[in-house]
């Protein structure tokens, strides 16, 4: 039995690429944003998805806007 669609993670948001893009770490946006390690890993890697009021802070500390940080495929 394979992997159904569902179940492989989808890239929702696009955190890391614009991490990787200002050439920051989660670390560093952790710290920023007073959020933990482990909740940007989840962002960055799409276990998680921010609530409208964390991207919003994300996207300040990272200085684009909140829909450059949606992925809309």
């Known amino acids: ?3 159904r ?3 492989v993670p989808r890239k929702l948001n696009r955190i890391q690429e614009e991490l ?13 944003t007073e959020m933990s390690y482990q909740t940007i890993h989840d962002y ?5 998805q ?3 009021n964390k991207l919003k ?3 300040m500390v990272l200085n ?10």
């Open 1 to 3: 039995m394979g992997k």
């Open 5 to 7: 669609k569902f179940d």
């Open 20 to 32: 990787m893009r200002q050439e920051r770490s989660m670390l560093w946006l952790a710290k920023k």
């Open 44 to 48: 960055c890697n799409n276990l998680r």
């Open 50 to 52: 921010p609530n409208l």
């Open 57 to 59: 802070i994300i996207s």
């Open 64 to 73: 684009v806007k909140v829909c450059d940080l949606i992925n809309d495929d």
